[in-house]
């Protein structure tokens, strides 16, 4: 699979499918994250968001938290990890006891609008 390149199944087998937005930085956690990874009120995170599109139309945004103590120091504080997912790119910290991902909804044409600049 080349980079960027993405796997989400049989469903876009022999499909283009690609992440081709990543946004990574250190961040207040949002409310809700915050308590899910138990920082107390008063947590920083690595947040990486992307987005994927799928034979060149955006189709879903993905976020993903990470407790940025934990994560200091792992290839998931940077854009381009390598290949796989969030967690086995953290586990070279060797601290990450708890993370948090939320996908999303497939796009409305709202989102589609927003996402591709339109």
């Known amino acids: 699979m080349a980079r960027g390149q993405v796997d989400l199944g049989e ?11 990543v946004e990574v ?3 207040d956690a949002p409310s809700h994250v915050d308590l899910l990874l138990g920082l107390a009120g008063h947590g920083r995170v690595i947040t990486r968001r992307r987005r994927y599109v799928l034979d060149g139309k955006p189709v879903l945004r993905s976020s993903s938290y990470l407790p940025a103590k934990l994560a200091a120091g792992s290839p998931i504080t940077t854009p381009d990890t390598g290949p796989n997912a969030t967690t086995p790119r953290a586990a070279p910290a060797r601290k990450t006891t708890r993370a ?11 989102d589609e609008r927003s996402l591709s600049g339109r």
């Not at 469903?11 to 690609?18: M, N, P, Q, S």
């Not at 991902?101 to 709202?110: C, F």
């Open 11 to 21: 469903e876009t087998e022999g499909r283009d499918l690609a992440v081709d937005r």
């Open 100 to 110: 948090t991902q939320y996908q999303t909804r497939p796009l409305s044409k709202t």
């Open 25 to 27: 930085r250190e961040e």
